[in-house]
């Protein structure tokens, strides 16, 4: 697909609504173009079975190339990441997570924790939240289904504390300017081998907790609770400054026309969770999401090949911006005023999209497929 008319169509989209000045339909480049990026991101070789690394790439825009950094050998399939000063990276393993590995900006292994040592039944979720004083990881007891948040020595990753999560299956968790903790409970139970059942008893839920205690503040549910709760970003409008939650969410119902039908996107204002849009990618299954322009959230689809806008000025549209065979991690990528553009990961490479700026499209620098997830690195 032709990005850049892609992009065109965006833009004269938001200009006739009135959210964007013409003016940015001319925008080319900058000086932060010309400047490298660098991603923490998790990957394995192209085929299925090939071992995992997690690493450092390293964009060059005025090159137009993608390297290599650094990359670690990681005990499994990795899911959530967490930039380090230095340019290091924190990786937990794949849920049921058994392991969390962290490594310096030379890609030297520092620490690596067994969780199965901590406990015969709890293991990791999927994420780690980052505190002032302590990581947050998501975690499953799986005698009992019930969501815990383990409270961890940033400096030693040795569990201090273990709370309730405030429902089933947590799976991200995120701080607010309070430093308080949001979680995404799923609500799906799942067994050790990571199968889902009695998904009828479904329960996902929104849960705000005092980030000291871990006692609960506040919860949240959507009418339909076959809506998986997962992925979360904040993002800021600076025009309104007012602070929105986007929650990323996977359809579980049993009919592939009510999954596909399902909207993928949940928008919390700090009061009220609600389904701001129907728009979706025709699966059901927002894999990602990241804050963009002006207090929106981009969404990525692997299973649809598609990354969508959404704007709190038209909140009732999804607005494709990428459309690429296996669009899955984002990250944001400032760019040129006026910010919010993103990094987006694909089948055949990195695709930069900003709203003021021209597309670009970096291929991988060796046969490799991304995994789920990838964040900047300063």
Same mark, same amino acid.
């Given at each position: ?169 947590? $799976? ?58 997962? $992925? ?121 999209? $900003? ?17 789920? $997830? ?5």
């Amino acid at each position: 697909m032709n990005i850049e008319l892609s992009r065109r169509r965006f833009l004269l989209s938001l200009a006739a609504l009135g959210i964007l000045p013409h003016a940015a339909l001319a925008a080319g480049s900058s000086d932060q173009e010309q400047q490298k990026t660098l991603i923490g991101a998790a990957w394995r070789g192209p085929n299925t079975g090939d071992a995992y690394y997690a690493g450092v790439l390293a964009a060059d825009w005025e090159r137009k190339t993608l390297d290599i950094r650094y990359q670690v050998a990681l005990p499994g399939r990795p899911h959530g990441l967490v930039p380090e000063a230095g340019g290091g990276l924190l990786v937990n393993g794949l849920r049921p997570g058994t392991w969390l590995l962290r490594c310096d900006g030379n890609g030297k292994v520092l620490q690596q924790v067994d969780v199965s040592a901590e406990s015969a039944s709890v293991r990791l979720s999927g994420h780690i939240a980052v505190g002032s004083e302590f990581l947050y990881t998501t975690e499953i007891d799986y005698k009992n289904d019930q969501g815990r948040i383990g409270v961890r020595d940033r400096h030693s990753l040795k569990k201090l504390d273990e709370w309730a999560s405030g429902g089933i299956e947590p $799976h991200q968790a995120l701080l607010d300017d309070a430093g308080n903790l949001v979680v995404a409970n799923g609500g799906v139970r799942r067994t050790l081998a990571d199968k889902k059942h009695d998904l009828q008893r479904m329960d996902s839920s929104l849960v705000r907790l005092d980030g000291r205690s871990g006692r609960q503040l506040g919860l949240w549910k959507l009418d339909d609770q076959r809506l998986s709760l997962r $992925h979360l970003a904040w993002s800021r409008s600076p025009e309104s400054d007012k602070t929105y939650l986007g929650i990323a969410m996977q359809a579980e119902h049993d009919s592939a026309e009510l999954r596909a039908a399902a909207p993928n996107l949940a928008v919390f204002d700090g009061d009220t969770l609600r389904t701001p849009t129907r728009d979706n990618d025709g699966h059901g299954y927002a894999g990602d999401i990241v804050a963009a322009y002006n207090g929106g959230f981009v969404l990525s689809s692997n299973k649809g090949g598609v990354a969508k806008l959404w704007h709190p000025g038209e909140p009732d549209k999804l607005l494709t911006i990428v459309e690429m065979e296996e669009s899955y991690a984002l990250a944001d990528w400032h760019g040129p005023n006026p910010g919010g553009g993103v990094l987006l990961a694909t089948a055949a490479g990195l695709v930069r999209w $900003h709203i003021a700026a021209k597309p670009v499209f970096l291929p991988w620098p060796k046969p490799m497929a991304l995994d789920n $997830h990838w964040v900047l690195v300063a």
